[in-house]
């Protein structure tokens, strides 16, 4: 939608002396230098037909495009990371502007009689599915409540497994994996990786838990396990050997899993668990769009853009939650505070690298949430 | 818009010098997911 936006725009925007090409197209056939009269004649269908053809052809394109990206999948090869210069282009656009603008305007109410044919139409190019609807069509007074609709109650049954964890969001599945190794990095595309760290914030939790286990196991360690430090005798007299209590406890992994929502989603993130979610970071970044391509092409995308972090406990250890805003979706609201804003008008050209802190509860537990309650909704604009 | 969620979960000992991993993700990449649907699971030993 973007190329034919600028495609259209560029077609709309040439100077009127300059000969459109649907001028010669009326020329030939109509005769040529048969005066203003006869030109004007032919001059709206030549344009309508300069049009069509134009948007065939990028239509054509685009299905090229998928075309390609489906044979890759099927051969199994990964997309990789390729920076442009549109890549580049995108950071010099008032972005956060164009975003509250796409916000205002989704807020405005739409008719009575407008509302079920304006959804529809919504629904038809975004794919979403209107039966799940929580409310008739006529309930949602602007494109902006019709986003954030409810759904019908049991249109997501909550897996009951207490040894699994469900999806916070409907999505697509773009990465999962392990973190491993120094750095913790998440892979973003093939060939770029970013630190959990950095999307998390450098205070987080996870880095503080691990550094004291890793601590707490070297200590231990050390009594028993200094090569060299200790002679043949002084091994078979520490009898029975010191256990490690790390080592009966079970050991854990860091795990990772990112989901793209599509704008035709829907966009309320639910708890993956039971956990306490003890607190929240507002990073105050860019709003890059979050579409495959932007995710191929522009660098630390994730790390960069406007984000939510509620980071908790739950019964396996640490977890969090990260809402990453994007350029059409750029508000992220908490039920757990609603007093939050995101997506707010700022002076700063650099964004800060310092989020907004709150804890919940200092000290305590938190703020407890079950596995499938809602704690957020990403809101146009 | 997109979300990361980063998480603990149980990895069992090490086997052949290597950690086994009892947590296992029951999606793929490129998987469609829907709230409440399982993306993991693990099993207690």
């Known amino acids: 939608s973007g190329d034919l ?72 090869i990964e997309p990789e990371f390729s920076p442009d210069v549109k890549a580049s282009f995108m950071k010099l656009l008032p972005l956060r502007s164009m975003s509250r603008f796409w916000g205002h305007l989704m807020e405005m109410q739409i008719p009575v009689f407008l509302r079920p044919t304006v959804y529809k139409a919504w629904a038809r190019a975004f794919h979403s599915d209107l039966e799940e609807a929580a409310l008739p069509l006529e309930n949602y007074a602007s494109l902006q409540e019709f986003f954030v609709r409810k759904l019908k109650e049991g249109s997501r049954p909550i897996d009951t497994d207490p040894n699994c964890l469900v999806s916070p969001v409907d999505g697509k599945i773009l ?3 392990e973190i491993r190794g120094p750095g913790a990095l998440i892979d973003q595309v093939k060939g770029f990786s970013y630190s959990v760290s950095s999307l998390l914030g450098t205070n987080s939790n996870l880095h503080i838990n691990d550094l004291e286990e890793e601590k707490s196991e070297e200590d231990l360690s050390g009594v028993v396990d200094v090569p060299g430090a ?8 520490a009898s029975p050997k010191r256990q490690n209590p790390m080592s009966m406890r079970p050991k854990r992994g860091i795990f990772y899993c990112v989901i793209y929502l599509k ?63 994007a350029t059409n979706i750029g508000s992220i609201r908490l039920f757990i505070e609603p007093e939050i804003q995101t997506n707010k008008p700022t002076a700063k050209l650099v964004p800060s690298e310092r989020p907004d802190e709150r804890m919940y509860e200092p000290g305590g537990t938190g703020v407890v949430v079950k596995k499938g309650e809602e704690v957020a909704a990403f809101y146009m604009g | 818009s997109t979300v990361v969620l980063v998480f603990q979960a149980p990895v069992s000992e090490m086997r052949n010098g290597q950690a086994i991993s009892n947590f296992e993700f029951s999606v793929r990449n490129g998987d469609k997911v829907k709230v409440g649907e399982a993306i993991g699971r693990w099993h207690k030993s």
């Open chain 1, 5 to 76: 936006l600028r495609e259209t725009s560029l077609f709309l925007s040439r100077p009127l002396h300059s000969p459109p090409p649907s001028f010669h197209f009326a020329s030939t056939s109509g005769g040529a230098g048969g005066g203003a009269g006869s030109g004007n004649k032919f001059l709206v269908p030549g344009a309508t037909v300069a049009t069509m053809l134009m948007l065939g052809i990028l239509h054509a394109r685009r299905l090229y495009d998928d075309k390609k990206v489906e044979d890759r999948k099927e051969k199994g």
């Open chain 1, 175 to 177: 990465q999962i994996g």
């Open chain 1, 230 to 237: 200790k002679s043949w005798w002084c091994v078979s007299l």
């Open chain 1, 263 to 325: 704008p035709g989603d829907y966009h309320r993130v639910h708890s993956p668990v039971d956990w306490n979610i003890l607190r929240r970071r507002h990073f105050s970044g860019r709003l890059f769009p979050q579409n495959e391509r932007a995710v191929q092409t522009i660098r630390n995308l994730y790390i960069e853009n406007e984000r939510v972090v509620l980071e908790g406990e739950w019964k396996e250890g640490f977890i969090a939650l990260a809402a990453i805003g």
